[in-house]
T-cell receptor
Framework: AQSVTQPDIHITVSEGASLELRCNYS??????LFWYVQSPGQGLQLLLK??????LVQGIKGFEAEFKRSQSSFNLRKPSVHWSDAAEYFC???????????FGKGTRLSVIA | GAGVSQSPSNKVTEKGKDVELRCDPI?????LYWYRQSLGQGLEFLIY????????KSGLPSDRFSAERTGGSVSTLTIQRTQQEDSAVYLC???FGVGGNEKLFFGSGTQLSVL
């Protein structure tokens, strides 16, 4: 069965600084990988997803993520963080077929002035 | 509806009582999921319905938890004899087609508090 690890529980960055949120997965084959964001008082929203092809995927709100098979990682990045990016970020892995997504425990992002 | 609807948004109950949580998925979505979100625990998979297939119940934490989906649409998650450790946000999500590679659309959740 697949699993996801998000090593950082909480990260604080300054507005305008770059951001990288880590995600490591465990799965025997090529996984389907996702990043979701949960803003305060709002439901979870898909930021981006990787299925195949180009290992650098672009998402909404200026986010991107890179799939690195050799490191079993799918880290989320943004070159310049805005205060509105403060939220909880979840990495998820899917095995395809008739199976549910497995989510990590999330990373809470705080943005300071 | 325009999105996944969950009710109630908040539920406070006494230990030992039964509760029912409702999820109304996006029309046409064949897959429906229930997840539980506890502080520091991320999203814990509970149960998954896909079309007319038997549901995947592998995530249900105990036999006090059950769920059904009527007519391939609305789903109800039932927790019997609630315990304080059941306090959490219960999230419902739906998607087109098969799970694992589809975008999930989440509801706003039901905040359950067991006193």
């Amino acid at each position: 069965a697949q699993s996801v690890t998000q090593p950082d529980i909480h990260i604080t960055v300054s507005e305008g600084a770059s951001l990288e949120l880590r995600c490591n997965y465990s799965y025997g084959a090529t996984p389907y990988l996702f990043w979701y964001v949960q803003s305060p008082g709002q439901g979870l929203q898909l930021l981006l997803k990787y299925f195949s092809g180009d290992t650098l995927v672009q998402g909404i709100k200026g986010f991107e993520a890179e799939f690195k098979r050799s490191q079993s990682s799918f880290n989320l990045r943004k070159p310049s963080v805005h205060w509105s990016d403060a939220a909880e970020y979840f990495c998820a892995v899917g095995a395809g077929g008739n199976t549910p997504l497995v989510f990590g425990k999330g990373t809470r992002l705080s943005v300071i002035a | 509806g325009a999105g996944v609807s969950q009710s109630p948004s908040n539920k406070v109950t006494e230990k030992g009582k039964d509760v029912e949580l409702r999820c109304d998925p996006i029309s046409g979505h064949t897959a429906l999921y229930w997840y539980r979100q506890s502080l520091g625990q991320g999203l814990e998979f509970l149960i998954y319905f896909q079309g007319n297939s038997a549901p995947d119940k592998s995530g249900l934490p105990s036999d006090r938890f059950s769920a059904e989906r009527t007519g391939g649409s609305v789903s109800t998650l039932t927790i019997q004899r609630t315990q304080q450790e059941d306090s959490a946000v219960y999230l419902c999500a739906s998607s087109f087609g098969v799970g694992g590679n589809e975008k999930l659309f989440f509801g706003s959740g039901t905040q359950l508090s067991v006193l």
